[in-house]
């Protein structure tokens, strides 16, 4: 089972950005995929989270509007749309999966995914 992000890059203040979480290993139809970020000095935070069979997606209140999660299980892929980004969003991005959980809907906390990639970096800055 692997995980790969992409698409990390340096990007001015009220620009966008799309970052790819690539699997493989595994097909996603039957788990949760969730975003997390680490900025430094602070512990890892959640960003969002896709449900892979039904494309039900969470947001935590600071990316609410301004992200957009999506998956195309065709390719095995999940990606966060990143608009109207600010300084406050440079972190490491991180993507996990949840496989097979228990529960009907994804959550944003980073204790209940089981695999995680690399991460990429973003560095939001004029």
């Known amino acids: 089972l692997q995980l790969v992000e992409s698409g990390g890059a340096l990007v001015k203040p009220g620009g966008s950005l799309r970052l790819s979480c690539a699997a493989s290993?595994?097909?996603?139809?039957?788990?949760?995929i969730g975003w997390f970020r680490q900025a430094p000095g602070k512990e890892r935070e959640g960003v969002s989270c896709i449900s892979l069979s039904d494309g039900y997606a969470n947001y935590v209140p600071s990316t609410k509007g301004r992200f957009t999660i999506s998956r195309d299980n065709a390719k095995n892929t999940v990606y966060l749309q990143m608009n109207n980004v600010k300084p406050e969003d440079t972190a490491v991005y991180y993507c996990a999966v949840d496989i097979d959980p228990p529960y009907s809907f994804c959550n944003t906390y980073p204790g209940l995914y089981d695999d995680w990639g690399q991460g990429t970096q973003v560095i939001v800055s004029s």
């Open positions: 290993g595994f097909t996603l139809d039957s788990n949760f």
